[in-house]
């Protein structure tokens, strides 16, 4: 019988107490901004109101940083409603990007420039890190040191198709379709007119932007 009421004991779940539903609350908000990956622990929480409702909404103030304490206002789950703030000081672990060398500004970030890295973040807004596909497809804005965390800020996304790049060219003509190498006068997004050279050629064709490292001759 004892072993009985103790194996029911422990399959109950925790009390549904406000600072678990503040709790939850802050994770959810911060996991949505961070990216659903990230770990997420909460050293010490403040709840500064009573918190009113089974369902709670947490949303940072503008600017919050990670690495301080960072207020909350908590709100009713349509968010209609403020039901309190709280405190709170987080701490977020996700995967990210980290220089293996210092790097100039206005630089293509090549392979080799950048390594995985994953570790409680500091310093930085509440906003998702550049992957390491991204920090691969990006040029810098900013110099960066070596072993340095690689933030949205500090790089820009490279454009699909760049100037002196070869590229693949994809010809229609007459219902027949046929494929080429050609090299990229001026740099392009998907969907703009860019101008190519023919190498065997050196003819001047005009091209729309495809996707990257693709694109469409156009015949005038």
């Known amino acids: 019988m004892l072993i009985l009421l103790l194996t029911l004991a422990a399959a109950e779940p925790l009390a549904d107490t406000p600072e678990m539903r503040v709790r939850e609350a802050i994770t959810a908000a911060v996991r949505a901004r961070m990216g659903a990956g990230a770990t997420v622990s909460i050293d010490t929480l ?15 103030e503008p600017g919050s940083k990670l690495g301080r304490a960072i207020r909350f206002i908590l709100r ?4 209609r409603a403020r039901t309190g703030s709280a ?5 977020v672990s996700v995967g990210h990007a980290h220089t293996t060398r210092a790097l100039e500004r206005g630089v293509a970030i090549a392979d080799g420039d950048i390594v995985p890295a994953s570790h409680d973040i500091a310093g930085a807004v509440l906003r998702p890190l550049p992957t390491l596909r991204d920090a691969a497809q990006a040029r810098t804005v900013r110099p960066l040191a070596a072993g340095a965390c690689i933030t949205a800020p500090a790089i820009a996304a490279l454009p699909a198709v760049r100037g002196g790049q070869e590229v693949v ?5 007459g219902g027949v379709e046929a494929r080429t190498i050609v090299t990229a006068s001026q740099s392009g997004e998907a969907g703009s ?11 001047p064709l005009k091209a729309r932007v495809v996707s990257e490292g693709l694109v469409e001759i156009i015949h005038d």
Not at 76 to 79: A, G, K, L, N, Q
């Open 193 to 203: 007119i860019i101008r190519v050279v023919n190498r065997q050629s050196q003819r």
């Open 76 to 79: 009713s789950s349509d968010m």
């Open 169 to 173: 060219a994809v010809v229609r003509f």
């Open 87 to 91: 405190t709170a000081l987080v701490r």
């Open 46 to 60: 403040t709840i500064e109101s009573n918190v009113d409702g089974p369902a709670v909404q947490a949303v940072p």
